[in-house]
């Protein structure tokens, strides 16, 4: 009788390899830092006011694009499909996000706009590999659009935090209701937000197909 192992089979082998292609498209918070992100200058405003436009719930991203002032000139929101995290699948569903709601910038020298990226989740305010694959997302799908990457930000049911920053608060949370757009802070609400084609109309969620 012979002994010894038996030989990796075809599914086995290729279950490996898509799983060390997952963890490739990543970002770790250390790298995140050293990345050189912008920092906002009121974290809480904009988490506050994407809350109070959104109400996002466990699973739901929402993608803002910001202006030189941070004044919010675009915004989309979606529930995340279920499915393995995944770098490059969170890079195309914002791509497609960011086409249809605000002119890509590729003809400029240096990006003028920020999109800031804020994912409600279960769990607590810790690193995850789903946050660094939105990350990677965050930032590929921003030099795709000609954006400046901005701001990842995780919604709990313990608050809010800003990865890579170490920035947070309690409120808002994933389960504290959003405040009316009037009473939410006003930095948001300076400018309208635009279409895709330019046009200036009140603000609409973008949900996933």
């Known amino acids: 009788m012979t002994l010894g192992f038996a030989p990796p089979t075809a599914t086995s082998l290729r279950s490996s390899s898509e799983s060390a292609s997952r963890l490739a498209r990543m970002v770790e918070p250390a790298e995140w830092a050293a990345a050189g992100v912008p920092l906002l200058r009121n974290p809480r405003e904009v988490v506050s006011g994407l809350h109070s436009r959104h109400t996002p719930t466990p699973a ?22 279920p499915s393995p995290a995944d770098g490059w699948e969170f890079r195309n569903v914002l791509l497609a996000h960011l086409r249809r709601v605000i002119p890509h910038d590729l003809r400029r020298r240096s990006p003028v706009r920020t999109a800031v990226l804020l994912y409600c989740r279960e769990g607590d305010e810790r690193w995850t590999e789903e946050d660094g694959a939105w990350m990677w997302g965050l930032r590929d799908a921003c030099t795709l659009h000609g954006l400046r990457c901005g701001a990842y930000i995780t919604l709990t049911r313990g608050g809010w935090q800003v990865l890579g ?35 200036t109309e009140p603000l609409r969620r973008v949900a996933a197909r």
Do not use: C, K, M, N
């Open 60 to 81: 739901t991203a929402v993608l803002a694009i910001l202006d030189h002032e941070e004044r919010l000139a675009a915004s989309a929101s979606f529930v995340r499909r």
């Open 165 to 199: 920053e170490g920035r947070g608060g309690r409120r808002p949370s994933s389960d504290s209701p959003p405040l009316p757009l009037g009473e939410a802070p006003v930095e948001l609400g300076r400018l309208a937000p635009r279409t895709a084609s330019g046009a």
